[in-house]
């Protein structure tokens, strides 16, 4: 009997434990995968698979493995629960054709996932994601597999430890002595996710403190609605940091492909003003040059930045389906989204909260600044910028109408703004005369329509969002 058609949105598929989200569609979601590798790659070389700390998360990475393994590949599958940009670069680093990544990143607790990655680690283009999903067979009765135990005893399922690959390629990346030495005190939250004990791990030594909160595997994600690194998720993380007197906290999520930053007075320094820092960072204090690429639902003062320092800026669609196969074609220094996740030159072209959360703490060696005066320095540079957003879930069968008046909306301004333009490659953003956007997005992930703002104007950013919930004919 046929069973419900899977179809990947901006980063793979995720679905609800249970429900949509079974062994047996992971089994035909790792065979339409399985199909497209063999199809492009061939059998020559193995594929990693790594899987998060949610429910079951360890059973639906050994059942993708049975499954390959009975396809004729050799799979690496990771022996614990692994970040996400940790499992991104085992592809490259052990020269496989390919990587299947088990999780629903910051989805809540009742959802798991299913992520693909090519040969170099990154996101599959579109054109791929379609070839996959034209290969997911409409039920598992004919999919073979070989049993977990079987396999590992014939040699074709292998588990390996990806930590310490990743480790060196993080000291090619940055020097981490600085940092060790600084006398920091970091206050960390991985949100119950596979980010538990980098941090520590990696900056022990030296007279930094480094400081964890819900550092272990509970996947109900006890106080937080789900492991995404914005408020109010992170309120508790915040309201730490001052009780503890800690100069910075960084928030990774579920499965550490993000970060976020709350500043050493609790604030939070928002994913636009830290895409903005990391540019900074990178151009600035490093002396790097080389191309940005954005999502089009990212900080205008990119945009401004590359006109500092002479450096175009690519603009995507949301997700890194668009922003890895961009970096990898312009050989940019680093790509990011508006949702926290950013990729950097000389590494995979995926996003990496790890490395991105050692960036920004190196920024501060360097520049003996903490967060709040980080964000000062920026806007002395780049202009103040205004950033908030708007989520509202949207039942299913009513996505298309809503999507429908949006299509029709052509406003002259919007919050005393003039509109000076009006974009759709992903979704719906409306250009200011002031530089700022309003975007109204549906979520390729979840059954939710996002409303988006940047703006010059402090005293605007909620008029503008509240007239996009009025295009959208929400009240």
């Known amino acids: 009997m046929g069973q419900t058609r899977i179809k990947f949105g901006t980063d793979g598929w995720r679905a609800r434990i249970a429900d949509s989200y079974t062994y047996s569609s ?65 592809v490259p680093s052990r020269n496989a054709a390919g990587a299947i990544n088990i999780t629903a990143s910051h989805n809540p607790p009742s959802d798991n996932g299913f992520k693909v990655r090519d040969r170099n680690g990154g996101a599959i283009a579109p054109a791929g ?25 014939k040699g074709l399922i292998e588990r390996f430890d990806a930590a310490p690959a990743y480790i060196e390629q993080l000291k090619r990346m940055i020097d981490l002595e600085p940092i060790r030495q600084a006398g920091l005190h970091v206050l960390v939250d991985p949100m119950w996710g596979n980010g538990a004990g980098w941090f520590t791990e990696l900056l022990s030594g030296g007279s930094t403190v480094v400081t964890e909160i819900h550092n272990e595997r509970n996947p109900t994600f006890p106080e937080m609605i789900r492991p995404e690194p914005i408020p109010p998720n992170i309120d508790p993380a915040l309201a730490y940091t001052t009780e503890i007197n800690a100069d910075v906290c960084i928030i990774n999520d579920g499965d550490a492909d993000r970060v976020g930053l709350g500043d050493e007075h609790g604030q939070f320094v ?33 945009n401004t930045l590359g006109t500092l320092y002479n450096v175009p800026v690519f603009e995507t669609g949301v997700g890194f389906k668009y922003v890895a196969p961009k970096m990898m074609e312009v050989d940019a220094l680093i790509g990011g989204e508006e949702s926290g996740g950013y990729a950097f030159r000389g590494h995979v072209p995926e996003r990496d909260g790890i490395l991105a959360g050692l960036y920004l703490l190196d920024m501060m060696v360097q520049l003996q600044k903490k967060p709040s005066e980080l964000v000062a320095y920026l806007f002395d540079k780049v202009g103040a910028h205004y950033y908030d ?13 809503f999507m429908d008046r949006m299509d029709k909306a052509d406003p002259a301004e919007i919050a005393g703004l003039k509109v000076t333009g ?27 329509v996002r409303v988006y703002c940047e703006t010059t104007k402090e005293d605007k950013v909620q008029a503008i969002l509240q007239d996009g919930l009025k295009l959208l004919g929400i009240a």
């Open 26 to 90: 992971v089994r035909r979601c790792t065979a339409g995968f399985a199909a497209y590798i063999l199809e492009t790659e061939g059998t020559d070389r193995p594929i990693v698979i790594g899987y998060d700390m949610r429910f079951a998360s360890e059973d639906f990475a050994i059942t993708a493995a049975e499954v390959l393994a009975a396809a004729g590949f050799k799979v690496h599958l990771t022996d614990g629960p692994t970040p996400t940009p940790v499992i991104s670069f085992s």
């Open 129 to 153: 994601l379609t070839r996959i999903e034209a290969s997911i067979p409409d039920s598992d009765d004919n999919i073979e597999r070989i049993p977990y135990a079987e396999a590992v005893e």
């Open 270 to 302: 928002n994913q636009l003003q830290v895409y903005a820092l990391l540019a900074d960072y990178l151009l600035e204090i490093r002396g790097e040059r080389g191309p940005i690429v954005k999502t089009l639902s990212t900080t205008s003062m990119l």
């Open 389 to 401: 957003r708007i989520d509202t879930k949207l039942p299913g069968s009513e996505r298309k109408a």
């Open 422 to 448: 009006i974009n759709r490659t992903d979704g719906h953003k409306f250009c200011f005369e002031d530089g700022g956007w309003l975007l109204v997005r549906f979520s390729g992930t979840e059954p939710v």
